[in-house]
């Protein structure tokens, strides 16, 4: 395992994500270190702790390649990431096609399905949640080479 790329990835998450909170106001960056810890490899742990990195921060994939992550990990996370007005539906499917993007996504809808980590469910919260399940039927299904343990 590569532990400095590994750390490297820690540390820019944490110092990108600090003072964002989740739904529940909680510091954000617990969640992207819940999605790194499900990872079963490095690749999936660094994917796991930079999943969101682009998407919620002014990070770039460009910034990203010139720290010295490689290509493959660059591209499940730019699968990873939702485009701008890119339909939920779209976007799960765009990832379907890479075995790291969808191990990382599969993490993180985990992560995302844990109402225990909410203050309380709301009607909205219910809802998000039914797109979650559907997303992750979906991945298990169709995700390229996705071996899913009960």
Same mark, same amino acid.
């Given at each position: 395992m590569n532990l400095n790329l590994l750390e490297k990835a820690i540390a820019i998450a944490v110092q990108a994500h600090a003072g964002q909170t989740d739904k529940s106001g909680k !510091?954000?960056? *617990? @969640? $992207? *270190?819940? $999605? =790194? =810890?499900k990872g079963k490899s490095e690749d999936e742990m660094i994917g796991g702790i930079l999943h969101d990195l682009v998407e919620d921060t002014d990070w770039t994939f460009e910034q990203l390649k010139e720290e /010295?992550? !490689?290509? @493959?990990?660059? %591209? %499940? *996370?730019e699968l990873v990431t939702r485009k701008d007005r890119e339909k939920y539906s779209d976007f799960i499917q765009r990832i379907s096609g890479n075995p790291l993007a969808v191990a990382i996504k599969l993490n993180d809808l985990d992560d995302n399905m844990n109402v225990n980590r909410l203050n309380e469910v709301t009607v909205k919260d219910a809802e998000r949640l039914s &797109?979650?399940?559907? %997303?992750? &039927?979906? *991945?298990e299904t169709n995700g390229? /080479?996705?071996k899913v343990g009960g």
């Open positions: !510091p954000y960056i *617990l @969640h $992207v *270190l819940r $999605v =790194m =810890m /010295g992550f !490689p290509q @493959h990990i660059i %591209a %499940a *996370l &797109k979650y399940i559907n %997303a992750r &039927k979906y *991945l390229a /080479g996705t």
